[in-house]
Nanobody, 125 residues
Framework: QVQLVESGGGSVQAGGSLRLSCAAS?????????VAWFRQAPGKEREGVAA????????YYSDSVKGRFSISQDIADNTIILQMNSLKPEDTATYYC?????????????????WGQGTRVIVSA
């Protein structure tokens, strides 16, 4: 079992930046795994934002964030980072870290075994 704790959320004006972190603990062995960031706005379904396969660093992004967000891994700290630049009001949501994708499409939430509790991001116009 892997425990995930997100941090770094907050309020920012449109055009600003935030850096989200996801600290992993527990059964964080060195095996390659799929890790991802999802978000969920009020009244909307949870959507995949970015993902990375830690084995070869292959990265995936949704069209809505491509070119603005970047997912990376800090191996020393067992942390997954989501750097968010040029934020827009429509990026407002609770952001969740997910790990251990079980296969299938990276952007489908049902394909991940472990989840964090979420961190809130608010972008004002």
């Amino acid at each position: 079992q892997v425990q995930l704790v997100e941090s770094g959320g907050g309020s920012v004006q449109a055009g600003g930046s935030l850096r989200l972190s996801c600290a992993a603990s527990g059964n964080t062995n060195s095996n390659a795994r799929m890790v991802a960031w999802f978000r969920q706005a009020p009244g909307k379904e949870r959507e995949g934002v970015a993902a990375m396969y830690t084995g070869d660093r292959t990265k995936y992004y949704s069209d809505s964030v491509k070119g603005r967000f970047s997912i990376s891994q800090d191996i020393a700290d067992n942390t997954i980072i989501l750097q968010m630049n040029s934020l827009k009001p429509e990026d407002t949501a609770t952001y969740y870290c997910a790990a251990d994708g079980t296969g299938g499409y990276w952007y489908r939430s049902e394909n991940y075994k472990n989840w964090g509790q979420g961190t809130r991001v608010i972008v004002s116009a």
